[in-house]
Structures are given as C-alpha cells and as structure tokens.
C-alpha cells in the first residue's frame, strides 16, 4: 500500500517531464480513488515535476534497491 510521504518508483517513462522508468519521486497526496500526486526531484533539491499518476504507473521501492544518479535531459 503506497501513503502520502512514499517514495516511489515510476513504471513507466514519461517524456514529457524527462522522467524515465526507474525514476524515483516522493508521494505528496493520495487522492481518492487510487491517484497519486508524486514530486520527482533533482538530487540537489530541485523540483522537475509534480505529476497525477495511476497505481500503474509506480510501485512502491523495495528495500533491496539503490538509488542511481542520472543528468536530466535539458538541464544543466
């Protein structure tokens, strides 16, 4: 079960917003219904999007995983 305050992996790539799958961002509200508003940050603190998202479209981290580092397309 995914709460607000989660981070989550996104499934799905979205480019669109420059996220890819595999991407992780943090829950910032649960909407009834099953959506998520999920904030996706660069490592520095920087917001790259807050977006609506489906329980499709993320799963919860597991605690066997790392994170990765990655640059964000078109941003320096």
Do not use: K, N, W
Request: hydrophobic share 35%.
């Amino acid at each position: 079960m995914i709460h607000e305050h989660d981070s989550v992996v996104l499934s799905r790539s979205l480019p669109g917003y420059g996220l890819d799958i595999g991407d992780v961002g943090t829950v910032v509200h649960c909407y009834p219904g099953g959506g998520f508003a999920v904030e996706f940050m660069t490592l520095g603190g920087r917001t790259v999007a807050v977006v609506t998202l489906g329980p499709q479209d993320l799963r919860p981290v597991s605690e066997t995983e790392v994170s990765h580092a990655r640059p964000l397309q078109g941003v320096r």
